[in-house]
């Protein structure tokens, strides 16, 4: 029977079946962080029971991390109390942890596939929402709650309900200044952030097919926004080149058995989606968001929408008062007060090449605060090894320490009550960024342009310099 790519890696961890139609899965791969875990390890040992298997959980410090000064003790109450809880319970049960200091920590995102911990085939977890961004390998990857944190270091499994399946196909070529980030955002304001509600979301086609592996783990990485359970993308010559020589990968020979199976990872030619979509690249322009949701998107040189042109109008009222916009208004040209280049979403060393080819021998604007923090300490010794560092700071831009930083307002960089502030991370909603901050998301490039610029602006209207990605 023909199976998509999703069904095959599904299929392959079910450990049993329960009545009411619900599926016992095997993990792979557990990732952790200071966040959602502390209530975990407070069961287990509630339970008096050990880690089942501590060799298959990664373990890093990135939410509540100061991006400055990580050498010194974080001064933030919670957050040390986080981080510290965190390097306590891996002490205690004997988990390495990737803690700061150490020349793997990360977001937790960014680190498993640079460190190639992640791999095609594999079933992946962590209590985060964006762990859909490991799908871009062609793995089944999706965030849990907190009392499934502790269900799978108790037994290795969960127990779940087998998702939808969709497939999102993009074919032809995108314009030049068109990056991963305008086209999950745009996908998104196409669906709806309930569009992808109950499924498991696999892309194709030939624009997504000629993408590069730093631009897949966007693209998956937002799959959450549209109400999917994650996203995924099959693994090919792309996928293989990147995981090949990295730390945790297989070597020699058995990286070549490896890839003789990843290669039967793709969905048969006969196998059947419950729903799919199709969009054309050359319909996808550089994009923005207006409101205080991911799917409230629009191209970077359009209007925002009227009443009379949404489904939700009150919801559009209420969003636009949070954002101090007007219905129709035209956002190219708006100024902006801050740019927040870094996240989850993009951090990658590909991500800080793209913005450095762009401000290299330009000038931020004088009010614009421009910051940009690295998703990983490799990243960050990679950006200094190409000179990136020296390049951003003489165009007036920070290169911070690894965090997840100004995607949320859970450490110290935070955006100020009422002011603007562009970023490249996954949400925008209310308060994300800190009480009262007003989000707009967008991709690192036309991040870029603004900053320099200090409003609005198409960045193809400007002399773009290729990046191969």
């Not at 498993?112 to 990857?141: N, Q, R, W, Y």
């Not at 199709?278 to 191209?299: Q, S």
């Not at 007060?337 to 979403?345: A, L």
């Not at 949400?427 to 690192?444: C, D, I, K, Y």
Request: hydrophobic fraction near 35%; charge should be negative; aromatic fraction near 8%.
């Amino acid at each position: 029977m023909p199976k998509t790519l999703f069904e095959k890696i599904w299929d392959q961890h079910v450990v049993d079946e329960v009545e009411g139609g619900q599926e016992i899965l095997y993990i792979d791969r557990h990732f952790i962080h200071e966040v959602t875990s502390p209530q975990a390890f407070s069961g287990i040992r509630d339970r008096g029971i050990d880690i089942f298997r501590k060799e298959k959980i990664v373990a890093t410090a990135d939410h509540n991390v100061p991006t400055k000064n990580q050498h010194l003790p974080i001064k933030d109450a919670l957050s040390k109390l986080q981080v510290d809880a965190l390097k306590q319970n891996c002490e205690d049960f004997g988990i390495e942890l990737y803690g700061l200091g150490h020349p793997y920590q990360g977001i937790v995102h960014v680190i498993g596939p640079e460190l190639g911990v992640t791999k095609p085939g594999m079933t992946i977890v962590c209590g985060d929402s964006h762990t859909s961004t490991h799908g871009a390998f062609g793995a089944i990857a999706f965030g849990i709650g907190t009392s499934q944190v502790e269900q799978v270091m108790a037994t290795q499994c969960l127990l779940l309900e087998r998702p939808k399946t969709m497939r999102i196909t993009i074919d032809g070529e995108l314009g030049e200044g068109i990056y991963a980030k305008d086209i999950i955002l745009y996908i998104i304001s196409k669906l709806g952030t309930g569009g992808g509600t109950g499924h498991f979301v696999e892309y194709a086609g030939t624009a997504i097919w000629g993408l590069s592996m730093e631009a897949r783990m966007t693209i998956c990485n937002m799959s959450i926004e549209m109400g999917a359970r994650g996203g995924m993308i099959a693994p090919d010559e792309t996928t293989f080149e990147y995981v090949k020589g990295r730390e945790f990968a297989p070597q020699g020979k058995e990286f070549e058995e490896a890839v003789g199976y990843w290669k039967t990872l793709y969905t048969d030619d006969e196998a059947i989606f419950d729903t799919e979509y199709n969009f054309r690249a050359e319909d996808i322009e550089p994009m923005i968001t207006y409101g205080t949701n991911p799917g409230a998107g629009i191209k970077v040189t359009g209007n925002v929408p009227t009443s009379e042109e949404v489904e939700n109008p009150e919801g559009l009222k209420k969003s636009l008062e949070y954002m101090g916009l007007q219905e129709g208004e035209k956002l190219e040209g708006k100024k902006i007060d801050h740019v927040f280049i870094g996240s989850c979403t993009n951090s990658r060393i590909e991500d800080l090449r793209i913005v450095a080819n762009y401000v290299k021998g330009k000038k931020k604007a004088g009010h614009v605060n421009a910051m940009i923090v690295p998703g990983s300490k490799q990243v960050q010794q990679q950006a200094q090894k190409e000179g990136i560092d020296k390049i951003l700071a003489d165009a007036g831009f920070e290169l911070r320490q690894s965090g997840c930083s100004a995607c949320l307002g859970m450490n110290e960089d935070k955006i100020p009550k009422g002011e603007y502030c562009v970023s490249t991370s996954n949400r925008n909603f209310e308060g994300r960024q800190g009480p009262g901050a007003r989000t707009m998301l967008v991709s690192p490039l036309t991040a870029a342009a603004i900053a320099i610029e200090g409003k609005i602006v198409d960045p193809r209207k400007f002399e773009l310099k290729k990046v191969a990605v």
